[in-house]
């Protein structure tokens, strides 16, 4: 229709004025505007996938070897395909290997595990090849650690096994890393105790995740939102000596810092007791919203720990439900958000410019 009604035969019948012409320029720009909008926000598409089957069924049998094929400075998504299994390896996708989907065949069904801890003897390290990441030890007892920008995981586990049989000493194990920016994860699980999921610094985006962990189990600088994702607590129940665990430890440095950890809708349960979080660095920023909460919840739900300054702490939580989100005995500075405030965190602008519709839609 509108190719017809500024055909030039219907123009000329017409003869519009200068003026005619003027009213019709912003229509024309609208326009434009408009399917430009619509390529710019389309989801990329997937140009080759690679296969990977431990039994030998697919390109290769190892996740890493998978990884390790596509090329530096790639620029084209490409999908490895992990086949249903238990992959016993530590995986690093370095920063020059852009634009990775790692997909599985259900997080039930397609993990990748190791048993990783920050204080591995230097035969472990140099055994099994940990990559360095800013010289820490926790980071590098990470299972899974994606460094680059533009990456995407669906329907897969990642498992750090270290601490499973035996809480009474914990050690960072880390399962997963996610330190490059424009991340996002759909239907995956993270198991551990400590430290389990280092969302380390960037955007991320979780949706319809599992996090299992006990202390610091989600951990990091990340900018990102957890959008109705399972948390669980696999601290002992008492009468276990131990005290209670804290499901995040965020480390937002400034004030200017556009870090912070946003859980949205979703559910955190489990057993044992939990803070909802410490503050590792002194602007640390987590809120939870919508979130349904069990009697696993500490009634103060938050500790200063590496801020003497609690003033400087975003702890927030706003419309959760559930016997853990009585907020009776909670910590007199916990923050009191108004409803332009709260849309400001859960909002996706928090996280996205455009990036998560531009990802392929696998």
């Not at 912003?26 to 390529?39: D, E, N, S």
Request: glycine share 10%; net charge negative; proline share 5%.
């Amino acid at each position: 229709m509108r190719e017809r009604f500024f055909s030039s035969r219907f123009v000329s019948k017409m003869q519009p004025s200068r003026h005619d012409h003027l009213l019709l320029l912003p229509l024309l720009l609208l326009l434009l505007l408009g399917v430009f909008i619509a390529t710019s926000s389309a989801a990329a598409p997937v140009s080759r996938t690679i296969t990977v089957d431990h039994q030998g069924g697919g390109d290769f049998t190892l996740v890493q070897s998978a990884v390790n094929s596509v090329p530096d400075g790639n620029r084209d998504w490409i999908k490895i395909h992990v086949n249903a299994g238990s992959y016993k390896e530590k995986v690093t996708i370095p920063s020059q290997k852009q634009f990775i989907v790692l997909e599985g065949d259900g997080s039930w069904n397609t993990e990748i595990t190791f048993a990783g801890h920050a204080h591995a003897s230097i035969d472990e390290l140099l055994n099994h090849g940990y990559s360095d990441v800013g010289g820490s030890a926790t980071f590098d007892s990470s299972t899974f650690i994606v460094l680059a920008d533009n990456f995407l995981a669906r329907s897969i586990s990642f498992r750090n096994t270290y601490n499973k049989y035996d809480k009474s000493k914990p050690v960072q194990a880390v399962a997963a890393l996610i330190g490059g920016d424009r991340s996002a994860f759909y239907d995956c699980a993270f198991y551990g105790f400590q430290d389990t999921l280092c969302d380390l610094k960037g955007r991320h985006y979780f949706h319809h995740c599992y996090v299992r962990g006990g202390v610091d189990f989600i951990f990091g600088y990340g900018q990102s939102i957890y959008d109705n994702c399972t948390l669980e607590s696999n601290m002992p129940p008492p009468p276990s000596p131990q005290q209670p665990g804290w499901v995040t430890a965020h480390a937002r440095v400034t004030d200017a810092d556009p870090g912070g950890l946003v859980f949205k809708g979703g559910s955190l349960l489990g057993s044992g007791q939990q803070y909802l979080g410490r503050a590792w660095n002194q602007f640390a920023t987590v809120v939870f919203y919508q979130v349904s909460m069990t009697n696993i919840v500490v009634p103060q739900g938050w500790q200063p720990w590496n801020s003497p300054n609690v003033s400087t702490i975003t702890f927030a939580e706003a419309g959760c439900q559930g016997p853990g989100a009585n907020k009776t005995g909670r910590v007199a500075w916990e923050k009191q958000l108004d409803d332009d405030q709260v849309h400001k965190f859960v909002d996706i602008s928090f996280i996205d410019d455009g990036w998560l519709s531009q990802q392929p839609q696998v």
